[in-house]
Nanobody
Framework: QVQLVESGGGLVQSGESLKLSCVAS????????MGWYRQAPGKQRELVGT???????????NVADSVQGRFFVSANFAQNTVSLTMNSLKPEDTATYYC???????????????WGQGTQVTVSS
């Protein structure tokens, strides 16, 4: 299995910045995609941004419109880490943020989804 452990959540004021980090343990797996999703109370889980291991820049190309220009996702596939830098935070960014990975077992083609347990980010106005 792939285990994802997030860190860095907390309470901040509107306009401040926060950085989340995620480390993956992946014995026997190859990770193809890493990224972040979030879920606010009473809402569905939504994409924040993802990075493909095939993208040598390791910078997210798939980023939600609502966070474009404020949030930045970057990954280091050699170190099995992905981070989320959040700038100009707004109260509507309050949510539980989940680290996500798409991985496959060595020698297999089936893609599997893995999730972290989530870290809470609360932005006060």
């Amino acid at each position: 299995q792939v285990q994802l452990v997030e860190s860095g959540g907390g309470l901040v004021q509107s306009g401040e910045s926060l950085k989340l980090s995620c480390v993956a343990s992946r014995p026997g797996f190859i990770i193809d995609v890493m990224g972040w999703y979030r879920q606010a109370p009473g809402k569905q889980r939504e994409l924040v941004g993802t990075v493909s291991g095939a993208d040598t820049t390791n910078v997210a190309r798939n980023v939600a419109d609502s966070v474009q220009g404020r949030f930045f996702v970057s990954a280091n596939f050699a170190q099995n880490t992905v981070s989320l830098t959040m700038n100009s935070l707004k109260p509507e960014d309050t949510a539980t943020y989940y680290c996500h990975a798409v991985a496959r077992r060595y020698g297999r083609s089936q893609l599997l989804n893995f999730w972290g347990q989530g870290t809470q980010v609360t932005v006060s106005s």
